[in-house]
């Protein structure tokens, strides 16, 4: 079962990776490095990188790219596999679905890691080059941030896989519950946002990255973040479920 | 093994309001079986429902008695299939793609990649290992496809559609592996639209038609159908009438009409000798056109309809 899983995993990654469009990824991964390298070309004088890094990239990095990135890198693999009925040759293997779908999201999960690696890293060397007082700090930060990205991109991953299999308009449902049941209802005041997953990346962020408050005011941190502990049950309790709903509704779709 | 090799009670399946697959009653055993049908009869649906790829709305399938069902993936180590669509992993060589399949299929490391080049050497594409199935004509890619059913050597083979796309050298060496794999004891079931290509790998064939089983038995049973009904050949010309009354002299024409367009529909239960005949005339320049009810597979399932009816 363990080659199967890798077997997959493996197809998953060649899909994404093996491809043009990996191009496009890696320029919405390389966005907040560019952003880094004008802010400290143009910027005040008194820029503080770790403040920077802390109060603007990471932020970008939790509320866009990393749904962005778990979205547009996991969907497309799953649906277009139904879509064309490729899905066949696969499910008409001697292979229970829930190994099939966990081989997907591992590929998923291990596709999205280097580009968020790009995106938590770059601004950090960047910021880190020009300046080398910080460096360490800011590499630190950086690595934390990766940390951070990666483990969230799992549950996120988990949930589109599931979407995919599950929906025949997964991007619709993907874009709702990622970026407005996620980044947007999960960062608004009152209680709505303990139902969102992003509410709980939040919450590691505040203490793996430090982040109090985001530079540009709007979607702020929740002032009363969950601990660490119940956001890492809630990543892994949410990774858990969204697989094995995802093998359920592969049992159950039709393939056609 | 004991339990037959399909084994359909009551099988249907609809989408939606649209009828795939209605009562279906068969039990297969070892042999090759062809199955025949227009496109839209119910093949693929049967396929799929043997696959365990689709639910069942009503009614089961026992796979060497065991109940195939989406999921049930035990069952899935009997069987061999090859998918009607042209589909394929865009970025995939065909050795990846096989020994993806092969891993998927239990094997591993160097065994995974000796069955996959031994599935790819017996459908001949071993010296195309390395060419990414997006480069590879349709033909290439049918036996490709082909390839993948056998990677296990199932002893049972469901071939959906596997001759279209293929050159006429390929389908005959396709059909060669499809019969010598039948004559070994194992069952394989080819789902055609195309009577000939049926006719050339096996006897014994099953008949849909909107999703129903029209009939079932000996492709020579449903060639003396045929024989016991007139065929109709329909020629356009210059002054024919000459050339009908001399046909009409010989007992060869058993009845004729003339249609508005001018042009004369002879039947008779001996076509061959007809046309040939009308092919002197033809060489003669009297005959412009000359056309004869090829479709065999209309006409057999015309006369199983109007048989039926």
């Not at chain 1, 880190?128 to 460096?135: A, H, L, R, W, Y």
Request: proline content about 4%; overall charge neutral.
């Amino acid at each position: 079962m363990i080659n199967a899983i890798k077997s997959l995993a493996a197809f998953t990654w060649n899909s994404r990776m093996k491809n043009a469009g990996v191009i496009v990824f890696a320029v919405i991964a390389l966005i907040p490095a560019i952003l880094s390298f004008l802010a400290i070309q143009y910027a005040v004088e008194d820029l503080s990188p770790v403040v920077f890094l802390r109060e603007y990239i990471v932020p970008i990095n939790v509320y866009f790219t990393l749904p962005f990135i778990a979205l547009f890198l996991t969907l497309p693999t799953v649906a277009s596999l139904y879509e064309k009925g490729a899905i066949a040759y696969i499910f008409t293997r001697p292979v229970p679905r829930w190994a099939c779908v966990a081989g997907i999201l591992v590929g998923s999960i291990l596709s999205a890691t280097p580009l968020l690696l790009l995106a938590a890293l770059a601004p950090s060397l960047v910021l880190g080059i020009f300046t080398p007082d910080s460096f360490g700090e800011v590499m630190s930060l950086g690595f934390m941030h990766s940390l951070l990205l990666i483990l969230s991109v799992i549950p996120y991953c988990a949930l589109c896989v599931l979407l995919a299999i599950w929906s025949k308009k997964p991007l619709l449902w993907a874009a709702f519950l990622l970026f407005f049941w996620g980044t947007v209802v999960g960062s608004l005041p009152g209680d709505a946002k303990i139902w969102s997953l992003h509410h709980y990346v939040m919450g590691l962020a505040k203490s793996m990255c430090g982040i109090e408050k985001v530079a540009t005011g709007l979607l702020p941190p929740s002032a009363t973040p969950p601990s660490d502990g119940l956001s890492v049950l809630v990543l892994i309790v949410i990774t858990v479920a969204m697989l094995y709903l995802a093998q359920l509704a592969a049992k159950k779709r039709d393939v056609y | 093994m004991s339990s037959p090799a399909i084994e359909c009670k009551n099988l249907s399946r609809w989408y939606g309001e649209v009828q795939g697959l209605a009562g279906l009653n068969v039990t297969l055993d070892k042999g090759v079986f062809g199955l025949l049908g227009p496109n839209g009869s119910g093949k693929s649906t049967f396929m799929r429902l043997l696959t365990g790829q689709i639910h069942a709305s009503r009614g089961s399938v026992k796979i060497f008695g065991e109940i195939m069902v989406p999921g049930n993936y035990h069952v899935l180590r009997h069987i061999g299939y090859s998918i009607g669509e042209d589909v394929h992993f865009e970025n995939e060589t065909a050795i990846d793609f096989m020994k993806m399949l092969a891993v998927l299929g239990g094997e591993h490391g160097a065994a995974a990649t000796k069955r996959a080049m031994q599935a790819l050497d017996f459908m001949g594409m071993a010296e195309k290992a390395n060419v990414r199935l997006c480069e590879m004509s349709k033909g290439m890619r049918q036996r490709v496809k082909v390839a993948q059913a056998l990677l296990f050597e199932p002893d049972l083979l469901l071939l959906d559609e596997p001759l279209n796309g293929m050159d006429p050298t390929n389908r005959r060496q396709t059909i060669d592996r499809v019969r010598e794999w039948g004559e070994s004891g194992r069952t394989v079931l080819l789902a055609s639209h195309v009577l000939h290509e049926v006719e050339s790998v096996t006897d014994r064939l099953m008949m849909l038609h909107h999703g129903r089983l029209l009939a079932e038995g000996r492709l020579s049973d449903i060639r003396k159908l045929i024989d016991r009904k007139p065929r109709r050949a329909t020629i356009k010309g210059k002054n024919l009438r000459q050339l009908i009354s001399e046909l009409l002299g010989d007992e060869l024409i058993t009845g004729f009409n003339q249609d508005i367009d001018g042009r004369f529909h002879l039947d008779t239960f001996d076509l061959p000798v007809l046309l040939e005949k009308l092919s002197v005339y033809g060489r003669s320049g009297i005959i412009e056109t000359l056309e004869t009810d090829d479709q065999e597979l209309e006409l057999v399932y015309s006369l199983l309809l109007s048989d039926n009816a």
